[in-house]
């Protein structure tokens, strides 16, 4: 067995590399999720070690003395970091030239040839769901005989046949014990969740179609296998036990809530545990479902809500109507239910009236908070190869010289730059309006940790704005 070293590696500052449901990014608040994808496949591999430099705040020369304590280094890269990543996978090469590297994560599983070529010192692509694949090769099974790869032969690049996905996912073993031995539960942080929280996927993979959204496009895949609800049970009450400071458990599951009568079972046995938890919904759950799910601890709802627009939501095969989100959210606001709701701008058929009229609609629903994101068409998805095909795609970057995303489409009707500034106008027409202030202002009275919190986040938004009005000035 090759002694294996898990790596996200060092990149932007602030720049959350880990982000698994829809797309890396560094956001308006400092915020970073766990590497889940990489602590699954570190469970399987005996005596791996996870290192997740963004979140512990390494740099390169932190990671590199490490380089001859391994045999393998997998590195799980990213569309925005690409160009970095590499720099990190050839001093580590250099580093230790005996050492195996591989990359994996939705970008290389989505244009592995180019990847692999972007580099000799990278020894194989592990495409789409990696899990076993990376095992087996650390196990020392021969490149050939590796489903699921890309790499060289003879100097000639070789794709492998793909692997079939994992259906048995009570087969993976938990990723508890990896936290516990390699991940500071302190460094991770959402500002809508409990401090500190902790997050996982009880299964993969999402039933919808949207076109932006990432990872079921390129590993996850549109078919939602899960755990069981004994087992997702089983797990929270050890994490609950290892980690008795944990204040709340995530679902990072792209919906969580799509099969309603497991999302209930599993609620009934987190209610028992005492726990308080919130998870990824669409906005489609019906009021008997959330009401089970709030009397057995759910907190919050992370919501992608995208556009008040119905036309855009059809454009981007989101699959909802505006008619049952107003009645979603109406019901998560009586039951007691906090949302975090996530808005795009510059989707195909934005104008300059729909993001007027998206404002508009997210002020009415009210979510408890919200994130906006600029439209990000990562290669991989429908929205990058619609995209290209009409001619929208500005650019090759994703993101700024400081991590920050860019408005890479472009359209006739409305140019990046307009795009780019919508999103500083929604953020502050929900945020700095009277009865949105009077909210956070009762939150922040409610506690002096949320006093604080809440203060660092808003020194932080503003910064980020400002940094914001220099790029665009």
Sequence with gaps: MKKT????????????????????????????????WLAQVAALVPDSKLIDAPARGLLLDDILPMAGDFEMAVLYVSAPTF????????????????????????????????????????DFIARHEFDYTILEIAEGKPFE?????????DGKIVNNKDRAQIHDMDALPMVTPVYHRDLVVEDYFIGYLKYPYMSFYSGRGCRAKCSFCLWPQTIGGNTY??????????????????????????????????????????????????VTWSCNARPNVPY??????????LRLLLVGYESGVQEILNNIRKGTRIEYIRRFTADCHKL??????????????????????????????????????????????????????????????????????IAALNYPHLSSEE????????????????????????????????MKRRLREGVEFFQFLRTRNDVAA
């Design 419 to 450: 795009i780019f500034e919508s999103l500083a106008e929604f953020y502050k027409a929900f945020y700095f309006r009277p009865k949105k202030i009077a909210e956070i202002t009762l939150e922040m009275l409610s506690s002096w940790d949320m």
């Design 83 to 122: 160009r970095s990543d590499i720099a990190v996978a050839e001093a580590l090469k250099k580093a230790n030239p005996k050492l195996m590297v591989g990359l994996v994560g939705a970008h290389v599983a989505t244009l592995p040839e180019s990847s692999l070529e972007a580099s000799e010192k990278v």
């Design 225 to 274: 296998r899960t755990r069981s609800a004994a087992k997702v049970v089983e797990e929270v009450a050890l994490m609950k036990e290892k980690f008795p400071q944990v204040q709340e458990f995530f679902f990072d599951d792209d919906t969580f809530t799509d099969d309603h009568a497991r999302a209930e079972e599993i609620a009934r046995g987190l209610g028992k545990l005492g």
């Design 5 to 36: 070293l898990f790596l996200n590696p060092p990149s932007y500052e602030g720049f959350d590399g880990g982000a698994g449901s829809r797309y890396q990014a560094k956001r308006e608040v400092r915020s970073f999720w766990y590497p889940t």
């Design 288 to 297: 008997e479902t959330l009401k089970v799910l709030k009397e057995n601890g």
């Design 336 to 405: 007691g239910i906090a949302i975090h709701g996530t808005f795009i701008v510059g989707l195909p058929g934005e104008t300059h009236e729909t993001i007027r009229q998206t404002i508009a609609f997210a002020k009415d629903i009210n979510p408890h908070t919200i994130q906006v994101s600029l439209a990000a068409p990562y290669p991989g998805t429908a929205l990058y190869k619609e995209a290209i095909e009409k001619g929208w795609l500005k650019g090759g970057d994703l993101i700024q010289d400081n991590g920050l995303q």
């Design 145 to 153: 005989d590796v489903d699921g790869i890309t790499w060289r032969r």
